[in-house]
């Protein structure tokens, strides 16, 4: 999936050397990356830390990044999570190691190159059955369903405005419930 | 990406995490600190620090074993950096910006080029990068208080500041292109107001590349030129070298502005080069014909 076209500009500029665009693409993807990493790490230092890291680590090798591949916040989410695991996987290990040598160590997982680990994705799924059946419907038809806000909007006999602000309620009951789900 | 993923994104930009304290000022000073920007220069010069930067990126990819990969001329990756920096040192040698390696003692750049290859072979290829990155960021720094109209000569050409830096901008897109292509890197295009400019001076060299080619059939006549994509725009060029304003156009051509600035950067054939002709189609043919004549290495 191609990346939208303001991705690319500012994808663009950064090329150019333009820490402007930099600034901007924080300004409206910091919030996401610090969310997603303090969910896997749950701990606010380490994601602030792992926050900067993205945005440098993309500022510092822009042309690791193909727009042709998908969207900036997807790429970035990616790193998040990769770096945000690592760093889980390494407490536990010293975790484990504090507590003695074992007979059987477990094969750690290869970390993969997705924003959600197979487990993580069934609880997003699990908390998408748990939303009210009205928010449930449009959420599944715009995700799953592959159509626009304006088809689920046709579908639910409702114009297509209420359509999206019916999803975006969905969205932050969805985010309410996994943050629930974490406590 | 996954629709399960796409959620959960959305999800989360929904229900807004906000680290304690901002990150931005410390990010910005991180990122000065890993990778230069574009160094600051007057507008007209900064399409050319975009590209400076570009390939600086595209040289931060580079494994030591690309260094000595043969990209465009039979040059290796580090011989090609140290071509860039040998026609840059003459622009900045001849605008009074500081020159970097063995004093010049040529105004030709070819001669240049194999003074400075020769002299960078005995370096580490992250010295020569270092140093073409060093003279191009000060000329950029020193263009700032320059105005383009200064005349300025370059390789026997005298013409105005401002188009010898566009030529210096276009040549080192297009060998970032070359490198980029070798190491299987896409390259993303500079932003739609960089192209323009450039684009603007390719436009305005086709009766130049007419001329250098030995063709006169262009005397008395209007090029409609239609650059299509992000950066293009319209031009009419009177295609005889002397005239100085377009008449009505009689021969039109339409064609993409990246590919277009790259034919006459030397990049492409002429006879398979995608573009819509119309009016004296024999004129048209030849515009695009002569259209790299001034590319050189």
Excluded: N
């Amino acid at each position: 999936m191609e990346a939208p076209y303001d991705d690319r500009v500012l994808h663009q500029r950064v090329v150019g050397g333009d820490e402007s665009a930099l600034g901007e693409i924080y300004d409206r993807l910091s919030s996401l990356i610090f969310g997603l990493s303090l969910r896997v790490t749950r701990d606010r230092v380490i994601a602030e830390d792992i926050t900067q890291e993205v945005f440098l680590v993309f500022w510092e090798r822009p042309l690791a990044y193909d727009p042709e591949r998908g969207s900036l916040r997807a790429w970035l989410a990616t790193i998040a999570h990769r770096r945000a695991v690592d760093h889980v996987r390494a407490e536990e290990r010293r975790r484990v190691s504090a507590l003695g040598p074992r007979l059987f160590e477990r094969e750690p997982a290869r970390p993969e190159d997705t924003v959600l680990a197979a487990d993580e994705a069934e609880r997003v799924r699990q908390a998408v059955t748990s939303l009210p059946g009205s928010l449930r419907e449009a959420l599944e038809l715009a995700y799953f369903g592959g159509r626009t806000y304006r088809q689920v909007g046709e579908e639910l006999g409702m114009p297509e405005g209420t359509a999206k602000s019916r999803i975006r309620l969905a969205l932050r009951r969805l985010a309410d419930a996994l943050a629930e789900e974490e406590v | 990406m996954d629709p399960v993923e796409r959620l959960y994104l959305d999800a989360l930009m929904a229900d807004p995490a906000v680290p304690a304290h901002s990150l931005r000022p410390q990010l910005l000073a991180g990122a000065r600190a890993r990778r230069r920007p574009a160094a600051p220069t007057a507008a007209w010069a900064e399409p050319y620090a975009g590209r400076v930067a570009a390939m600086d990126a595209l040289l931060a990819e580079a494994a030591d074993d690309d260094w000595s990969r043969v990209i465009v001329e039979g040059w290796t990756l580090q011989e090609l950096v140290a071509h860039l920096a040998a026609k840059d040192g003459l622009l900045a040698a001849s605008v009074g910006a500081p020159v970097l390696g063995p004093p010049i003692d040529t105004t030709d750049s070819l001669a240049r080029t194999r003074d400075l290859q020769a002299y960078e072979r005995s370096r580490s290829p992250e010295q020569t990068r270092r140093d073409w990155r060093a003279q191009a960021d000060a000329l950029c720094r020193h263009l700032a208080d320059l105005d383009p109209a200064t005349a300025a000569t370059l390789d026997g050409l005298e013409t105005g500041l401002g188009d010898h830096v566009l030529g210096r901008s276009l040549e080192t897109w297009i060998h970032t292109a070359d490198a980029a292509r070798t190491a299987r890197v896409r390259l993303p295009d500079p932003i739609a107001e960089h192209i323009h400019p450039t684009a603007d001076l390719c436009a305005r060299l086709l009766p130049w590349t007419m001329l250098f080619s030995g063709m006169d059939g262009g005397a008395g006549h209007t090029l409609h030129l239609t650059l299509t994509g992000d950066g293009g725009g319209e031009w009419r060029i009177p295609l005889g070298a002397e005239e100085t304003t377009p008449g009505t156009p009689d021969v039109s051509i339409t064609a993409d502005v990246v590919a277009f600035c790259f034919l006459l950067g030397g990049r492409g054939d002429p006879a398979a080069f995608p573009a819509e002709l119309g009016g004296d189609l024999a004129l048209a043919r030849d515009v695009l014909t002569a259209a790299p004549a001034l590319s050189g290495p």
